[in-house]
């Protein structure tokens, strides 16, 4: 018999930390669509409330199983396109890209 390690990644819409985190106890990883949430409201303009990637790491190291080990950050979902579309401060889009290349 042969033992192959194969990744697998899995899909949960939902903006609650702990329902999407369960996942990562039986599968390696998710996307992480609570923190794409609070990336929208965190960027979506320039008096919002910043301290949600705060909550948005808290929470990742407590319900994921090895916390941003076992999720894939992402700023754009092709069926819910909006950062792009809906966020026309190029400072914002920038500040966003950050986030994503080492918010964590």
């Known amino acids: ?7 697998a990644i899995g899909e949960a819409l939902d903006y609650l930390y702990n329902y999407t985190g369960a996942y ?3 599968i390696d990883t998710v996307f992480k669509y ?4 609070n990336l929208v ?6 008096q919002a409330d910043m301290g949600l990637l705060v909550t948005s790491v808290n929470l990742t190291k407590q319900d994921f199983k090895n916390g941003a080990m076992s999720a894939v950050s992402f700023s754009e979902d092709h069926d819910n396109a909006l950062h792009s579309s809906s ?3 190029p400072t914002l889009i ?3 890209i950050a986030w994503m290349s080492g918010g964590e």
Do not use: G, H, R, Y
């Not at 609570?34 to 949430?37: Q, S, Y």
């Open 1 to 7: 018999m042969c033992n192959l390690d194969v990744l």
């Open 24 to 26: 990562t106890n039986v």
């Open 34 to 37: 609570p923190e794409w949430f």
């Open 41 to 46: 409201k965190a960027f979506l303009n320039l």
């Open 87 to 89: 966020i026309f401060d």
């Open 94 to 96: 920038k500040s966003i």
